[in-house]
């Protein structure tokens, strides 16, 4: 499968992450997917509710994309080779220079016409509310020029809350949000529009 284009080897993984997500449980309902142009690059972002997000967020979001994960992901059995030959891009995140790196790194994908997908919280809830956003995604958006197409999902913490062993299989909303074109917030500070990305992503989530 790996010998296969990236994108393709996205479309059957996409594939079988959808037929995971139903033997595990969860019914997923998506919504939005009308707002996506299939051949432009976005920075997609939404909030990390539970360590299932890396299954229901591709299936859910029918464009090829890389995430930006945690560097310790890729070297967990099988997960860690997946996301390596998908072209994910690991982040250190409590090492600075690193992460900076790993930025640089998605602006290059993402100029390059890739979509990248990133969650703007950095780790998973621990209470089921979103918790404030760390600044980088937003700087990697106006270095990069990109549109951002925000999602929120409901129902994954009630799924499974971190630090837990328990499932509560059940229904899973993904809600995908109108694009935020680039030309509408490139004059925007990074603050302001870290802001005004919470407020969109928090609505979406509801």
Wanted: charged content about 20%; aromatic content about 12%.
């Amino acid at each position: 499968m790996f010998l296969l284009p990236q994108k393709m080897t996205f479309n059957i993984v996409r594939f079988l992450f959808n037929i995971l997500i139903w033997l595990m449980g969860i019914k997923l309902v998506v919504s939005g997917k009308e707002y996506i142009c299939p051949d432009k690059p976005y920075l997609i972002m939404g909030n990390h509710q539970s360590l299932f997000d890396i299954f229901v967020i591709p299936a859910a979001i029918p464009i090829c994309f890389v995430g930006v994960e945690a560097a310790y992901h890729f070297s967990l059995p099988v997960w860690g080779y997946l996301i390596r030959k998908w072209g994910c891009i690991p982040i250190e995140r409590d090492n600075l220079q690193k992460a900076v790196l790993s930025l640089e790194t998605a602006k290059k994908t993402l100029l390059s016409g890739m979509s990248i997908g990133i969650l703007p919280e950095g780790h998973r809830t621990l209470t089921g509310e979103m918790t404030p956003f760390k600044k980088g995604p937003f700087y990697l958006a106006k270095e990069a020029c990109a549109d951002i197409l925000p999602f929120g999902i409901n129902g994954l913490f009630k799924y499974n809350q971190k630090g837990r062993l328990n499932l509560s299989p059940g229904v899973v909303k993904v809600n995908i949000g109108k694009p935020f074109p680039y030309e509408t917030f490139k004059n925007l500070s990074v603050e302001k529009l870290r802001k005004i990305m919470f407020d969109r992503i928090y609505n979406l989530s509801q």
